[in-house]
């Protein structure tokens, strides 16, 4: 049963980036972080009041931290879904397993020193092999784009995917201290909705539209509802194993994104890309296998 609860969860933050490419032509980036932040508030206010669990956190700190570079990912994500395909926008953000090996393998050659054996499980061949592939699949992903001159629009969704992964780390750091779930997305939700008052300054207002608003709701709705999905898809998975699949199957969204990608936008997928997306699935599904490896103890990733 878990597994069906990460699909769902993965279902709907591709709608939710359906709704996102259709208020982006009617809202900046700044505003659609401002309202999908007020939303989540409110809902993931409702949500702790009805679980018992207090807002009140002795970790304010990392809780900003988080939100800070949480927020630059999701407004990066929602530039790169207004100025490229669907598809390929949800799958540059998915990289946050390949970023997270790649940080690992750095990491590992930084302190690698002769006669050390400590950094070894970071530098095995397969993990090394699977970065590689990653980066391979981000190539031919974004071929198409560069020649289209939307060079500037993979960079940043390439981007959203590496904050993405130190947005991650800092959810591991406050797993460990046993920060509810609910309270860590919370505080995402209220540095959204302020990062996002803060950005309107700059890019102002656009025009009201209501048949354009009403995109907003949805977006809110089906962002805390994955995020709802996805916490009971992984509290569910009892052993090891079952949390493996349960990781691996984020990836369906990339599936469902195509899907609308195609039917809804009228986007081409080259063959090419069909390829580079293939590859950054397998190797984030590898990454998050090795790391497992790695380090048994590790929670599980949360987007």
């Not at 397993?97 to 050659?109: K, M, N, Q, R, T």
């Not at 509810?180 to 009201?208: D, K, N, Q």
Request: some cysteine.
């Amino acid at each position: 049963m878990q597994a069906l609860w990460m699909v769902v969860a993965a279902f709907f933050f591709a709608t939710m980036g359906v709704c996102v490419k259709f208020a982006s032509a009617s809202f900046n980036s700044a505003e659609l972080v401002f309202y999908r932040g007020v939303i989540g508030v409110v809902v993931m206010a409702l949500l702790a009041r009805s679980q018992g669990v207090k807002l009140a956190t002795r970790y304010p700190g990392m809780h900003a931290w988080r939100s800070t570079i949480g927020v630059f990912s999701l407004g990066a994500w929602f530039y790169a879904i207004a100025h490229l395909p669907l598809a390929t926008a949800m799958t540059l953000n998915y990289m946050s397993s390949v970023w997270i090996a790649a940080f690992l393998v750095g990491g590992a050659l930084l302190s690698w020193r002769p006669g050390r054996d400590d950094a070894a499980p970071m530098l095995n061949g397969p993990l090394v092999a699977t970065v590689l592939a990653g980066f391979a699949g981000v190539v031919l992903m974004l071929r198409p784009s560069l020649n289209e001159g939307e060079g500037f629009a993979g960079l940043v969704g390439l981007l959203s995917g590496l904050s993405a992964a130190f947005a991650y780390m800092q959810v591991m750091a406050l797993s460990r201290l046993a920060e509810p779930e609910t309270r860590t997305v919370f505080y995402f939700a209220l540095g959204s909705a302020v990062a996002g008052a803060i950005g309107m300054c700059f890019t102002g207002l656009s025009p009201w539209h209501w048949h354009a608003a009403l995109w907003l709701l949805p977006i809110g709705v089906l962002a805390a509802a994955g995020q709802l999905c996805m916490t009971r898809a992984y509290s569910r998975a009892g052993s090891q194993g079952a949390m493996l699949v349960v990781a691996n199957l984020q990836y369906s969204g990339i599936v469902f994104a195509a899907c609308y990608s195609i039917a809804l936008f009228g986007d081409k997928i080259t063959g090419m890309g069909w390829t580079g997306m293939a590859l950054i699935v397998g190797s984030g599904i590898a990454a998050t296998v090795l790391r497992a490896r790695a380090a048994p103890d590790a929670p599980a990733e949360e987007h």
